[in-house]
């Protein structure tokens, strides 16, 4: 575009400002574009074709967010943060990891057409208007970034980071993490990639070293080596709503941030405050935002007019130099608007005033920009009119196309991301460990039990063999750390932990707030950023605090991202109830049907020594290969038990398998475990947990009454072992379900229902605890299920 007489393209756009001429021209592209986007949201919402419409309008100031920020440098997008998508696009893929702070290389956005947004496959603009030959329309790439939005907006299968399944902002090539929040819930990640990033960076030895991922990435990730995507001196940016200040997922990011930087932990992280003042209809109080983001402590405080892209620019600018020069957390506060209504069809009249509205109209940030680049004589009026419609007929040309694109076509493409299982790999996966452990690393492996190797020590309880088990896996997998409350220095409430700290070192095994959104959003953060964490809820109670991290963010990362991302974690949380001398419903908790309904996690729950080293084995390697969420939960009155049916037999001991043994012992995902009690076949008893003791218990009885017991133990919750299920209740045709959790919602109805849906025959009966909250002492007896209940809901089975 030809420029008027006045300021030259390469100077500073105002007096007193660093943005030059040309870096606002391009951020007015992104502006434009962001525009354009929000009202084609709405052109294809009136007839039915769009199903998002949730825009940017008011917000476009974030664009210079982007261009102050590196290529590189991950962000979690607030969903208003449309023009910094657009803005991030069209930035260099080089990003100048380990370069200057000063971004005044980031130049002309025709000159940044990344290669990645113009792939042959259509994900691109290559095929789109360009415009004229002097730029009245926008380039390639921001047209790239358009095409993106637009196809979440339509629901197409070729939507470049989730493929129809939302409309969200994300993009790998470019570092932009999908977040489907619209309560601040993907805070706590990003504090925990802020985390890693540092950790990673400290740690030294290859691991998210300048330039992004190793060369041998697909080998290194084979062999469970840490394979960071961040380069290590990257700054993690984090965009959220004014409204959602008020959220504890918010505090309890802000809170962490705070606390680690009080500690002396070091947490790059950016956090960008986007306050038009409204949360749907309810208004922000004023100075409340303000007040509260300034009161955090340990978060440098930066706050500027979003409207004015100068200042936006400067100040943004400022903020990302101190985080990343400093490596510690700030807010970046930007005053903006809300123009066209929250979503949709809102009526803003409902609960604005008139005079509220046209306020915010003459603060319109894309008319700011405008009066800007036509004052500094870089445009004329005309030409920028020209401009807006051009790039708008290019937005509307964009949207028309992908009109006609493919939709999601069967349960199974919707699917397919959710939790890829490659049982084959994760076993050559257990496999090559073993080998590993016997060959190259028994040197180490001796070193790091002290030359007291778990499979020379005898028979061990539950509790000391899932210690022994993450020690292995700690030697396995370098970039394994094992973290949560009380976990380090005094090895974990029940000793399961114990130990592990001395062995491999603080960076690796470490104590965290008393805050269970912080510890899974570390995790959430750690897994993303290339790491393995275990982190640990100390008590199956205390996760319904923070079980969103798991619902809203874990589980959907790969869904949502079409496997770029993924967050690979195994969450140990000790549970379910019995304990004797101790408890109450907040240490016996039974409740699991929320995890059970988080789609695509894996539910693991060993009741025996033997089963729990395996299966954590199976846990690791399923987060390291296929990236699975896992939860491992651990029944707490099983942990240091010794003796099944009388006092002294020791036989609910059992030896650690050394390596040479972890082949064969191998447990799949899914798969349960079959135990024989009695000559005849009778009834067959599904239970798990606590379950399986008691139900091994009643079956001796019941074989002393001629009465022979299958007694399977499910062990695996999520996914339900359903083949194993169906072929020991056809095996005696009779089947009790012993469930400790409780009668409604517990895990029992989901075993009745495979029996149902795979057309079982038999009878079938259930026991389980009463619909009720754990009660403190020897009431607890009266609402769980007892050894009692089992043996004559069996001799019930069988009198029909």
Aim: net charge negative.
């Amino acid at each position: 575009m030809p420029a008027s007489s006045g300021r030259a393209a390469d100077e500073p756009v105002r007096d007193g400002g660093t943005l030059d001429g040309r870096t606002a021209l391009d951020l007015f592209d992104a502006q434009l574009v962001s525009r354009h986007l929000d009202l084609a949201a709405r052109w294809l919402r009136s007839f039915g074709e769009g199903f998002y419409t949730i825009g940017s309008a008011g917000h476009e100031g974030n664009a210079a967010v982007a261009l102050a920020l590196r290529p590189t440098d991950p962000a979690l997008l607030h969903y208003r943060s449309g023009a910094f998508y657009c803005a991030r696009v069209a930035q260099p893929g080089s990003g100048g990891a380990g370069g200057t702070d000063d971004p005044a290389h980031r130049v002309g956005v025709t000159e940044r057409v990344a290669e990645a947004m113009r792939a042959p496959d259509g994900n691109g603009s290559a095929d789109g208007h360009r415009g004229d030959p002097d730029g009245a329309g926008a380039s390639d790439a921001v047209l790239g970034a358009a095409r993106d939005v637009l196809r979440g907006v339509v629901a197409s299968a070729d939507e470049p980071i989730a493929g129809g399944r939302h409309k969200v902002f994300g993009n790998a090539a470019v570092a932009v993490v999908p977040t489907t929040s619209t309560i601040a819930s993907h805070l706590p990640r990003a504090v925990g990639i802020g985390f890693a990033v540092e950790r990673l960076r400290r740690l030294g030895d290859g691991r998210g070293r300048p330039g992004g991922r190793r060369a041998a990435g697909g080998a290194a990730r084979q062999r469970g080596e840490a394979e960071s995507p961040w380069p290590s001196d990257a700054i993690v940016v984090c965009s959220f709503g004014d409204a959602s200040v008020n959220h504890a997922s918010a505090a309890a990011a802000f809170n962490t941030a705070g606390w680690c930087d009080h500690t002396g932990l070091r947490i790059p992280v950016l956090f960008v405050c986007e306050d038009n003042g409204l949360g749907i209809s309810v208004k922000s109080p004023e100075g409340w935002v303000a007040q509260t983001l300034r009161a955090r402590p340990g978060i440098r405080y930066f706050a500027a007019d979003g409207c004015d892209l100068v200042e936006t620019y400067d100040v943004a600018v400022e903020a990302a130099a101190w985080v990343r020069r400093h490596r510690r957390p700030a807010v970046l506060h930007l005053s903006m608007v809300r123009l066209m209504g929250h979503a949709g069809a809102d009526a803003e009249v409902a609960y604005r005033t008139a005079a509220e509205i046209a306020r915010d109209v003459q603060r319109d940030p894309l008319v700011a920009t405008a009066r800007l680049l036509a004052g500094a004589g870089l445009v004329t009026p005309e030409e920028l009119i020209a401009r807006y419609d051009e790039v708008g007929w290019q937005v509307r040309k964009v949207a028309e196309e992908v009109l006609g694109e493919r939709k999601l076509a069967s349960a199974a493409d919707v699917v397919a991301p959710l939790a890829p299982r490659r049982p084959v790999r994760v076993a050559r996966a257990v496999t090559d460990a073993a080998g590993r452990a016997a060959g190259p690393a028994a040197a180490a492996r001796s070193a790091a039990f002290d030359g007291k190797l778990p499979e020379q020590a005898g028979p061990l309880t539950l509790a000391q063999t899932i210690n022994a088990a993450l020690a292995d896996g700690l030697l396995d997998y370098p970039q394994m750390t094992v973290f949560g409350e009380d976990v380090a220095a005094k090895g974990g409430v029940y000793g399961v932990t114990k130990g592990l700290r001395d062995r491999f070192g603080a960076p690796r095994v470490f104590d965290t707030l008393l805050d269970e959104t912080s510890i899974l959003g570390l995790g959430l953060g750690a897994g993303l950023s290339g790491m393995l964490p275990v982190p640990e809820i100390q008590y199956l109670a205390y996760l319904h605090n923070a079980e969103d991290q798991l619902r809203g963010e874990a589980a959907t990362m790969q869904y949502f991202s079409r496997g770029a991302y993924r967050n690979p974690m195994v969450v140990r949380i000790a549970g379910l109830a019995y304990q004797d001398g101790f408890g109450g419903h907040f240490h016996n908790d039974n409740s699991l049907a929320v995890l059970r309904d988080v789609p695509g996690l894996v539910l693991a729950v060993p009741s025996r020594a033997d089963d729990a080293a395996p299966m954590l084995r199976s846990c690791l390697a399923g987060a390291a290969v296929d990236g699975s969420v896992c939860v491992f939960l651990e029944p707490i009155a099983l942990y240091h038990t010794r003796d099944l049916h009388a006092d002294g037999d020791d036989e609910w001991l059992a030896p650690y398998l050394g390596p040479g043994g972890w082949t064969a012992s191998h447990v799949p995902i899914g798969r349960g475990r079959v135990y024989g009690v009695g000559s005849a076949e009778d009834v067959t008893i599904i239970t798990f947990g606590n379950g399986v003791r008691m139900s091994l218990r009643a079956a001796a009885k019941l074989a002393e009454e001629e009465i022979g017991t299958r007694v399977l133990d499910l062990r695996w919750l999520a996914p339900l072992p359903v083949a194993d299920i169906i072929r020991e209740a056809q095996a005696t045709g009779r089947v009790l379900v012993v469930d400790e959790t409780r009668r409604s919602g517990g895990v029992g109805e989901g075993v009745v229902a495979a029996l149902v849906d795979a057309g079982f025959v038999g009878s079938a009966r259930r026991v389980a605890s009463i619909d009720t909250f754990v009660p403190l002492g020897p009431a607890a007896r009266h609402v769980l299920v007892s050894e009692e209940a089992i043996t004559q809901g069996a001799r019930t089975l069988l009198a029909r």
